[in-house]
């Protein structure tokens, strides 16, 4: 259990950058991004003001810098001795955190953002300290029930959520499509309207739509260097069998255009898409537009599912410390930059989708119709964990055979088995040693 504290701070001043692409923040300095200051920045990496305790390094996406920099002062200027120690806000995506910090968790940040499906190396890794136990209450009920499954392995909560706002749901033309929430009559409106319906079916991360839907599990686990060890997939099922009959008959309509990117998308009845793209679609629809979660589906079993997924959550972590100062600094740092009104600025300023259920709650969230969709969809969505490099070529696979006419509604139940049972058991070799 972790040792607090109960006074760790006086006065002082300062962030500093120590690489260049750092952003410099100080109690008396203006925040400078890493574009701002470029060239003085490759000439001359400096600090600016030197905290007499150390260094705490903070690392967050290229677009975050600056407005991390900017709560790291507020989180000096509200927090008595926060500035004993300087800090450095440094430029890596939470795609390369994760990697950088178990190649060497040393040399590795102190805070740091990565995706959610990285925590199981990280943890193993010994790079993750546990969210300190005072602080998990709290947590847990300030955060959506997703990204706080996201944020835990095992039983122990390993990291704050910043966001939740990865996924896909569905965009519709709302003169078009007279009932969003059933799959059948969305592909029958487009139909009657000749508008088209997009859903790359044979993605990867598309695809569990209709598997995960009716029940079907496609899981990995991990060891430290990343090798997948064992894997829970049970795809060969009449569960599977139900999915793989609905891509069929999706497929089948004249309205299905496999695709999931709205810029390349025309004539645009409906598309399961992201909130990435939700500018585009505005543009495409103009006063049409609206958005949902995705629909459900009467499968040939004659029972409703509905569609689920993946879904994704950005991560604010820390790095154990021998230091118990320095951990009762982060502790108190990463606890401010997830909080509330963080996530709410952080919303504001670069558009990102809280995970925080009251900033969820909030008007100018609420009225955010992509976000709203992307929250209710996610209550039946799953954390996206590691995958194999080859799954996802190996989906692209089931996908075609649907798209190009060998897998079709006349193709029997005993031969669409046999499909399921070949990509199942592919599925579970890539996890054999």
């Not at 000439?43 to 810098?65: F, L, Q």
């Not at 602080?135 to 390993?158: M, Q, R, W």
């Not at 993946?310 to 021998?322: A, D, V």
Request: proline letters at 3%; charged letters at 20%; glycine letters at 8%.
């Amino acid at each position: 259990m972790k040792k607090k504290l109960v006074s760790i701070l006086t006065a002082g001043a300062v962030v500093s950058a120590m690489a260049a692409g750092c952003v410099a923040v100080s109690a008396d300095s203006t925040v400078e991004s890493a574009a701002e200051s470029a060239a003085e920045a490759a000439v001359a990496p400096e600090t600016v003001g030197t905290g007499s305790k150390g260094t705490i390094k903070i690392w967050v996406a290229d677009a975050a810098v600056k407005f991390t920099s900017q709560q790291v002062q507020s989180f000096i200027d509200s927090t008595d001795g926060a500035a004993d120690w300087s800090y450095t806000v440094e430029p890596v995506g939470e795609g390369d955190a994760a990697s950088n910090m178990i190649t060497d968790v040393e040399a590795g940040a102190d805070i740091y953002t990565f995706a959610q499906d990285q925590i199981a190396r990280l943890v193993a890794a010994g790079a993750l300290e546990e969210v300190n136990p005072d602080d998990v209450d709290s947590v847990k009920s300030e955060n959506d029930e997703g990204a706080i499954t996201a944020a835990t392995v095992g039983d122990t909560l390993y990291a704050h959520p910043i966001t939740s706002d990865n996924g896909y749901f569905l965009y519709y033309d709302k003169s078009v499509v007279t009932d969003p929430s059933d799959l059948d009559t969305i592909l029958s409106d487009c139909e009657k309207a000749g508008k088209n319906f997009y859903m790359e079916i044979n993605n990867g991360w598309y695809q569990p739509a209709f598997f995960f839907g009716t029940g079907c599990k496609l899981l990995y686990e991990t060891d430290n260097d990343g090798n997948f060890t064992s894997c829970t997939v049970d795809y060969a099922s009449d569960a599977g069998v139900t999915a793989l009959k609905e891509m069929i008959k999706v497929k089948s309509s004249s309205a299905f255009q496999n695709g999931s990117s709205a810029g390349k998308a025309t004539n645009v009845g409906a598309i399961v898409d992201g909130t990435w793209d939700a500018s585009t679609v505005k543009e495409l629809l103009g006063d049409n537009y609206a958005c949902a979660k995705l629909p459900s589906f009467k499968g040939e079993d004659g029972k409703t599912y509905q569609m689920s997924g993946f879904g994704g959550y950005k991560l604010l972590g820390e790095k154990p410390q021998e230091d118990e100062d320095k951990l009762a600094v982060c502790d108190q740092l990463t606890g401010y930059l997830s909080g509330e009104e963080v996530q709410a600025a952080r919303y504001k300023d670069l558009g990102w989708g809280p995970s925080n259920k009251a900033v969820q709650a909030s008007d100018a969230v609420k009225a955010d119709e992509a976000l709203s969709a992307l929250a209710d969809q996610l209550q039946y969505d799953i954390p996206q964990g590691q995958y194999p490099n080859d799954y996802w070529t190996l989906a692209t696979g089931l996908g075609d055979d649907v798209i190009q006419g060998n897998l079709t509604a006349d193709t029997s139940d005993d031969d669409l088995m046999k499909a399921l049972q070949t990509f199942q058991d592919t599925c579970a070799s890539y996890a054999e040693s």
